[in-house]
């Protein structure tokens, strides 16, 4: 069955500093990738996906996530944040024969001026 | 615009008292799900849907009742609420691209149960 870790519950970093939030999955078929942002005392959004194609997904607001399928992850990066980041990340997964999405439990980044 | 609408946003209930938590979308989606969201815990999947009539358990669906009788809402129902059903519930959309189903999340319903 298919399961999704993030392996930090919280990630403090420095604005301006760059940022990794790690996302490993467990899955014996193919998957569909998400992450999804929740900015405070909001609904989540979707951030990037990956689907097929280039294993570099890129979003609109400089995060990218590398799709990894030997070390089955899907890291969140971004080589600068911004105070306006602050947000819980989760990342989910679909496998690509079931409709059911699986997400993680959420990292929560916080930016330290 | 498009989007996923929830009412009541904030709902403080006692023991016992059922209550609707509505949810409708204006995006013609066929997939709909309600998550609840708990400190740690992360979302897990209450119940979805794949079309209207046709709805099936996620992973935490006790205590919980759904229906589907128009393809735009998909309301949460909850006969007798009890303490740990307090919780943020989320209701999502989803748009199939090419097979993957691309959320488009409610802002949320934050309940509490007495």
């Known amino acids: 069955a298919q399961s999704v870790t993030q392996l930090d519950s919280q990630v403090p970093v420095f604005e301006e500093a760059p940022v990794e939030l790690r996302c490993n999955y467990s899955?014996?078929?193919?998957?569909?990738l998400f992450w999804y942002v929740q900015y405070p005392n909001q609904g989540l959004q979707l951030l990037l996906k990956?689907?097929?194609?280039?294993?570099l997904v890129e979003s609109i607001n400089g995060f990218e996530a590398e799709f990894n399928k030997s070390q089955t992850s899907f890291h969140l990066r971004k080589p600068s944040v911004h105070i306006s980041d602050t947000a819980e990340y989760f990342c989910?997964?679909?496998?690509?024969?079931?409709?059911?999405?699986?997400f993680g439990k959420g990292t929560r980044l916080h930016i330290l001026p | 615009e498009a989007q996923v609408t929830q009412n009541p946003r904030y709902l403080i209930t006692v023991t016992g008292k059922k209550l609707t938590v509505t949810c409708s979308q204006n995006?013609?989606?066929?997939?709909m799900s309600w998550y609840r969201q708990d400190p740690g815990l992360g979302l897990r999947q209450i119940y979805y849907?794949?079309?209207?009539?046709?709805?099936d358990k996620g992973d935490v669906p006790e205590g919980y009742k759904v229906s589907r009788k128009e393809k735009r809402n998909f309301p949460l129902i909850l006969e007798s609420p009890s303490p740990n059903q307090t919780s943020l519930y989320f209701c999502?959309?989803?748009?199939?691209?090419?097979?993957?189903?691309?959320?488009?999340f409610g802002a949320g319903s934050r309940l509490t149960v007495l």
């Open positions: 999502a959309s989803s748009l199939t691209v090419g097979g993957a189903n691309v959320l488009t």
């Open positions: 899955s014996s078929v193919s998957v569909y």
């Open positions: 990956y689907l097929s194609g280039s294993t």
């Open positions: 989910a997964v679909q496998e690509n024969r079931d409709d059911k999405i699986i």
């Open positions: 995006m013609n989606h066929e997939y």
């Open positions: 849907s794949m079309n209207v009539e046709v709805t």
